[in-house]
């Protein structure tokens, strides 16, 4: 399995991989990883094998990096070419990011079959390379411009199924025990923040700005800022009234809990987030990231065409603007209650069940 860098690659691979050993506790799984992102903590604390891979950005403009690809490229799909024959491994399972793409060049040459998930609304580079030869190609949303790509929905972390499924049995009480454990008041009106895995300083300075605005309405907020990130929040929310409401911290391990005491967020729009919400029936108010290919406009755009989210450009996201928009909607019970329905309706549990069937499949037929 390859993919790494930030949790939108690692949490849908470790998804797949914890429901292919489920179904045969015998089955090997090794994951090709860099030194440096997420998947170096996730990875190992889940019980499977991380083996680093050179990291191999494919530059977008030419820059001097253009000259030193051809050598780290070589480098890199020797080292999977090593694994692969030492592992005996029978399916490729790539998920993007730096290491996917000389896992498909080196499943290619040794005739190992590829399945490519691709969590984003718009591919990146490493898989639309992939997918040119893959067995089979999915996609977490419909659109996705690879061919032959099919629908699976986004692999959800266990720990996520296993909150939708339990918020269908007994909303309340998931909430009360997702609060307690978090230290927080389950009655109250609660907003959840986050920038993702590695936090968004834009979001951090405009909810910082409206801290005051967000509490004297009675809210309570989870604030995660990212790694480093939460001076500026703790600072400018110490000596407010009803600070204690206003709970800071980097990062959520338990992040279903965090979903499940959230009657709004504010938060990023990468694939894993949007799903992740979507499933859990969590109101959302999407700030794409700024940079990049503007995939993540589009990986939000699903959710807030059926009623679930809206949809706020980042240099728009003020102080200002959260008190005109936010404020109000924590309070408005019955729009809340239809945004719910609305994420709902996009949301499904089921990815990693159907990407698993993929990946068995193509194992089979090398066997």
Known sequence: MAGGGTAGHVNPL??????????????????????TG???????ARGYPLVEIPRVPLPRRPTLDWFRLPGRLRAAVRAVADVIAERGVDVVVGFGGY???????????????????EQNARPGLANRLGARWARTVATTFPGTPLRG?????????PEIAALVEALVADPVAVRTRAARALELDPELPTLLVTGASSGAVSLNRALAGAAGDLLAAGAQVLHLTGAGKADLVRSAVDGLPGAGRYHV????????DGLAVADLAVCRAGAGTVMELA??????????????????????????AAGGGLLVADADLTPAWLREHVVPLLGDADRLAAMRAGARSVGAADGASR???????AAGERR
């Open 14 to 35: 470790l998804a797949v991989a914890d429901e292919l050993r489920r179904r045969d506790p015998s089955t090997g799984v090794v994951v090709l990883g860099t030194s």
């Open 249 to 256: 911290l980097e990062y959520l391990d338990a992040m279903q």
């Open 38 to 44: 997420l998947e170096t903590r996730l990875v190992p």
């Open 149 to 157: 790509a099919q629908v699976t929905g986004l692999p959800l972390r």
């Open 99 to 117: 290491v996917s793409t000389p896992a498909y060049l080196a499943a290619r040459r040794a005739g190992v079959p590829v399945v490519i998930h």
């Open 279 to 304: 499933a859990a029936g969590v109101p959302s108010v999407f700030v794409p990231l700024p940079v990049g290919n503007g995939e993540q406009r589009l990986n939000a755009a699903p959710v807030v």
């Open 355 to 361: 990407v698993a069937d993929l990946v068995l499949a």
